[in-house]
C-alpha cells in the first residue's frame, strides 16, 4: 500500500467552482506539504504544516488554502477555482531534518484542470 | 527567496553516453537533494549531498555538491533507458529547516 495517497487523482472542473484536494499518509510523519508543478517551473510550495494545528503559507499562497485535520491528513481547497490553477499538485510528507538532510516524501499527485 | 536554476531543461541521448546535469545557486544550503520523477508518479529521492565538495555515487550516478555548498552536479555514465525521466534538485536553507526549495527539472530522454 503507498504510504502517501492523493484523491482524486485527476479532476476537471470549471471557473468558479470549489475544489478540494485531499492527501492521506501511513508514514506517522508530523510535516506536510502541498506542491503545485507546472511546465519548466519546478514544485511551488502553496503551504506547508509542521503538526496538527500548525499552517505555514509557502510562496504561492493566494487563491489556496489548507486544512489539517488529522495527523495523517491534509487538504487543499481552491475556493473559486480559475484556469491558472490548471496544474499537477503534489502532497508531501517528511519526519524532522536529520545529518542526511530533509527527504520528502511524495504522494503520486493530482491533476487538476480548470476550465 | 533562494532559487535553483537547474540545466539543461531537456536531454535527449542516446544510450551508452554521458550526460551531466547542473543545479546552480546563488544561496549557500545545508543539504542538497536529488529527486527523479517518472510520469504519473511523485518525485523520489535519489541522494542527499551535506557536506561541500562531497561526491556520492549511485551505481552509474554521480552526485557532487560544490565547494561552497551552492551548486551540485548529476553525471550519469553509459545512460540507459530506464534512466528517462524528470531529475529534480532540491535545497534546504541553513533555516529553512524541512522545506525544499526545488529547481526547474530537467526532461531526460535516453533513446535506445
Known amino acids: 500500500d503507498a504510504d502517501v495517497t492523493q484523491t482524486p487523482r485527476n479532476r476537471i472542473t470549471k471557473t468558479g467552482k470549489r475544489i478540494m484536494l485531499e492527501c492521506s499518509q501511513t508514514k506517522g510523519h508530523d510535516r506536510m506539504y502541498w506542491y503545485r508543478q507546472d511546465p519548466g517551473l519546478g514544485l511551488r510550495l502553496i503551504y506547508y504544516s509542521f503538526d496538527v494545528k500548525d499552517i505555514n503559507k509557502g510562496e504561492i499562497s493566494d487563491g489556496y488554502s489548507v486544512s489539517r485535520q488529522a495527523q495523517a491528513k491534509f487538504s487543499l481547497s481552491l475556493e473559486s477555482a480559475i484556469p491558472n490553477q490548471t496544474a499537477l499538485y503534489f502532497c508531501a510528507t517528511s519526519d524532522l531534518p536529520t545529518a542526511e538532510g530533509p527527504e520528502q516524501f511524495f504522494g503520486p499527485g493530482t491533476r487538476l484542470t480548470v476550465l | ?112
Open chain 2, 1 to 112: 527567496t533562494q532559487l535553483l536554476e537547474q540545466s539543461p531543461q531537456f536531454l535527449s541521448i542516446q544510450e551508452g553516453e554521458n550526460l551531466t546535469v547542473y543545479c546552480n545557486s546563488s544561496s549557500v544550503f545545508s543539504s542538497l537533494q536529488w529527486y527523479r520523477q517518472e510520469p504519473g508518479e511523485g518525485p523520489v529521492l535519489l541522494v542527499t549531498v551535506v557536506t561541500g565538495g562531497e561526491v556520492k555515487k549511485l551505481k552509474r550516478l554521480t552526485f557532487q555538491f560544490g565547494d561552497a555548498r551552492k551548486d551540485s552536479s548529476l553525471h550519469i555514465t553509459a545512460a540507459q533507458p530506464g534512466d528517462t525521466g524528470l531529475y529534480l534538485c532540491a535545497g534546504a536553507g541553513e533555516t529553512s529547516g524541512s522545506r525544499l526549495t526545488f529547481g526547474e527539472g530537467t526532461q531526460l530522454t535516453v533513446n535506445p
